[in-house]
């Protein structure tokens, strides 16, 4: 999704203190990435071996630190990284679950819709072919604490915080784009098939 459309939501899911999880990336990605059609060498190294290769937009990066290989993907496609925007729109159908409303009802089946519609991208995209319960297992690392958090709070407290804070502050900025909006965002964000990444993350 386009910063300018989520810049106040990401601020909020931010302030929640939510943690973005991604799986860590398996041996061989770089070189699996490096073999699709398309792909260009951005930058080698001084073995004249690649080390930053772009496909689609997305320009996948491997170092070595402290003896270790470090790969690293960032999205550079101006739409968005598409797992970051899957992430942040996970901590918004959490704080829609929890403060619940009779007027959400429509908002939380489309933002579900969403969620689950930005899954399929990322499993037809992704170049490790993880299962939909690897990546749901994902998504569950990053529910757990904001869900224990969630029902720790007692209901005034809770009620409070729906309103006011940063939970509010999500769902104030969430409810008040126009569906056709956030239906343009989605669109954006998966117009490009491309191996998905979580940087950069507003």
Known sequence: MRASGLALLAAGCLSLGTAWAQPTPREGLFETFARQPGARIVQTGPDGQPVAVEVNGVVMT????????????????????????????????MALEACHSDDDIVLRQETAASVQRMLD?????????????????????????????????????????????????????????????????????????????????L
Request: charged share 25%; aromatic share 4%.
């Open 62 to 93: 491997r170092m070595v630190q402290g003896g270790r290989t470090i790969v690293a993907g960032v999205d550079r496609t101006g739409r968005g990284a598409v797992l970051c925007s899957w992430m942040m729109l996970n901590v918004v159908q």
């Open 121 to 201: 991208f990322i499993m037809a995209n992704d170049l490790e072919r993880r299962s939909r319960a690897e990546w749901e297992a994902v998504l569950e690392q990053q529910r757990r604490p904001m869900r224990d958090q969630l029902s720790s709070t007692d209901p005034t407290r809770l009620a409070n915080a729906c309103r006011t804070g940063p939970v509010g502050d999500v769902l104030r900025n969430y409810r008040s784009m126009p569906p056709a909006e956030r239906q343009r965002m989605v669109d954006d964000l998966l117009s490009i098939p491309r191996h998905p990444v979580l940087n950069p993350c």
